[in-house]
């Protein structure tokens, strides 16, 4: 069985500063992994994915992912947010049956 | 082209009513995906196309009913819903192939039944 666990449900971080949303899974065997951003009323944008051997991944609009094996994480950084970043944020996690498993999601709410 | 296009953007129909929403894609891709999203909820697996083959059907209502014409055309076909089902439908697709291969995503048609 596969899972991703997105432990918060929101995540308030003031503009300019870094923010940090979290993600852990659960899988047998190698783990491929994707972050998505929901902006209100629209469908799912692509950000970034792991793929083998590169543990920070660089995404789109200077989103990056730190991979961690040990702790089976996949953790969505930004060294500076925006009020524009605003929006609901998807880890996922495609296993042997090919399609994707979601997280709970992630509100994230950056405050001017 | 990296777009999936989904139509209508809104639909509102009574219980009685049937009617299609209709996705396209020109990227080639082999896969596609009917999802429903309830709000601030992640998306839920309805049914995979593979190859223009129904592949999975997650235990959707027959009153839900997919169809793919063609490499490019993924639709589905609703009749007597339920005001339950009022939900963001999401279509997407990707290439059939490595696992590390991420899935595009069209807008939605947000779906209200009255």
């Known amino acids: 069985a596969q899972s991703v666990a997105q432990p918060e449900d929101q995540v308030n971080v003031a503009e300019g500063n870094p923010l940090t949303v979290k993600c852990t899974y659960s899988?047998?065997?190698?783990?491929?992994l994707f972050w998505y951003v929901q902006y209100p009323n629209r469908g799912l944008q692509f950000l970034l994915k792991?793929?083998?051997?590169?543990?920070l991944v660089k995404g789109s609009y200077g989103f990056e992912a730190e991979f961690n094996k040990s702790q089976t994480s996949f953790h969505l950084k930004k060294p500076s947010a925006l009020v524009s970043d605003s929006a609901l944020y998807f880890c996922a996690l495609r296993g042997s049956a090919r399609q994707l498993t979601f997280g709970s999601g992630t509100q994230l709410t950056v405050l001017p | 082209d990296t777009e999936v296009t989904q139509t209508p953007k809104h639909l509102v129909m009574g219980m009685t009513n049937k009617k299609s929403l209709k996705c396209e894609q020109h990227m080639g891709h082999r896969a596609m995906y009917w999802y429903k999203q309830k709000a601030k909820k992640p998306p839920e697996l309805m049914f995979v196309y593979s190859y223009e083959k129904l592949s999975i059907n997650e235990s959707v209502p027959s009153r839900f009913s997919p169809e793919c014409p063609n490499s490019s055309l993924l639709n589905l076909h609703l009749h007597a819903l339920q005001p339950e089902d009022s939900a963001l439908y999401l279509c997407a697709s990707s290439p059939l192939g490595g696992y590390n291969t991420e899935a595009f995503f069209g807008q939605g048609t947000r779906l209200t039944v009255v």
């Open positions: 899988v047998s065997g190698n783990p491929y």
């Open positions: 792991y793929i083998t051997g590169d543990n």
